[in-house]
T-cell receptor, first 112, second 115 residues
C-alpha cells in the first residue's frame, strides 16, 4: 500500500539558510500534520491542514511557514535556520472523518 | 489540555517474556488513544488505537492494549517478546471532540529485548 512520502530524507543546512521540506500524503488523504522530533524527544505538533486550509497550529516558530496545495501535498518552509532546528521532521496524513494518522519516514534536518 | 505519561523510559525484557509498557492519560473529555512504534532512524508506525466501544484493542505484531477509564490507563502488552520488538514506543492522545486531531505524545519508552 502507498505510504506517506517525504523529501528529502536528509538535509544539511548552515545557520541562517532556508529549507523546504515536502510531504506527499497517502492517496485520498486530505489532512496533513507536521511534527518536529528533537534528539531523544517525543514528536511535537507544529501545524496541520485540512482541505488546503490551516486547521490547527502548535509550537511552530514564526520563521516557519507551511501550506497545502491543490494536490494535497504540503510543504514546510523554514527560514533563518538555527542550530536548535536540527531535528527529525515528520509529516502524517489521514482522511478527514477517520481516526488514525499515518506517518512518513521523516526528514532529518541538520543545521551546522 | 490533554497529556499522556509513560512510566519507564527504558524497559528490558527477556525474549519470550511478557511485554508491559505503561501509559496513563489525562483528559477532560473522552479521548482517542494510540500506540506508535519507532524503529531506529525510521518513522512512526501505528500499532493500535482506541476510539470507542470495546476496551481491549488488538493491534499489529501481536500487541494489544486495554482502555481502563477508572484508572485512566492504556497499557500496551504482548504475551511473548521477540527480538524484533526492540524499538521506541510512544503513547499518544487526541481530542475526541474534534475527530482526527493533533496528537500529543508521551516521552516514549525504549524497549530492549534480552536474548
Amino acid at each position: 500500500a502507498a505510504g506517506v512520502i517525504q523529501s528529502p530524507r536528509h538535509l544539511i543546512k548552515e545557520k541562517r539558510e532556508t529549507a523546504t521540506l515536502k510531504c506527499y500524503p497517502i492517496p485520498r488523504h486530505d489532512t496533513v500534520y507536521w511534527y518536529q522530533q528533537g534528539p531523544g524527544q517525543d514528536p511535537q505538533f507544529l501545524i496541520s491542514f485540512y482541505e488546503k486550509m490551516q486547521s490547527d497550529k502548535g509550537s511552530i516558530p514564526d520563521r516557519f511557514s507551511a501550506q497545502q496545495f491543490s494536490d494535497y501535498h504540503s510543504e514546510l518552509n523554514m527560514s533563518s535556520l538555527e542550530l536548535g532546528d536540527s531535528a527529525l521532521y515528520f509529516c502524517a496524513s489521514c482522511l478527514g472523518g477517520e481516526v488514525g494518522q499515518y506517518f512518513g519516514p521523516g526528514t532529518r534536518l541538520t543545521v551546522t | 489540555a490533554q497529556s499522556v505519561t509513560q512510566l519507564g523510559s527504558h524497559v528490558s525484557v527477556s525474549e519470550g517474556a511478557l511485554v508491559l509498557l505503561r501509559c496513563n492519560y489525562s483528559s477532560s473529555v473522552p479521548p482517542y488513544l494510540f500506540w506508535y512504534v519507532q524503529y531506529p532512524n525510521q518513522g512512526l508506525q501505528l500499532l493500535l488505537k482506541y476510539t470507542t466501544g470495546a476496551t481491549l484493542v488488538k493491534g499489529i505484531n501481536g500487541f494489544e492494549a486495554e482502555f481502563k477509564k477508572s484508572e485512566t490507563s492504556f497499557h500496551l502488552t504482548k504475551p511473548s517478546a521477540h527480538m524484533s520488538d526492540a524499538a521506541e514506543y510512544f503513547c499518544a492522545v487526541s481530542d475526541l471532540r474534534f475527530g482526527n486531531e493533533k496528537l500529543t505524545f508521551g516521552t516514549g519508552t525504549r524497549l530492549t529485548i534480552i536474548p
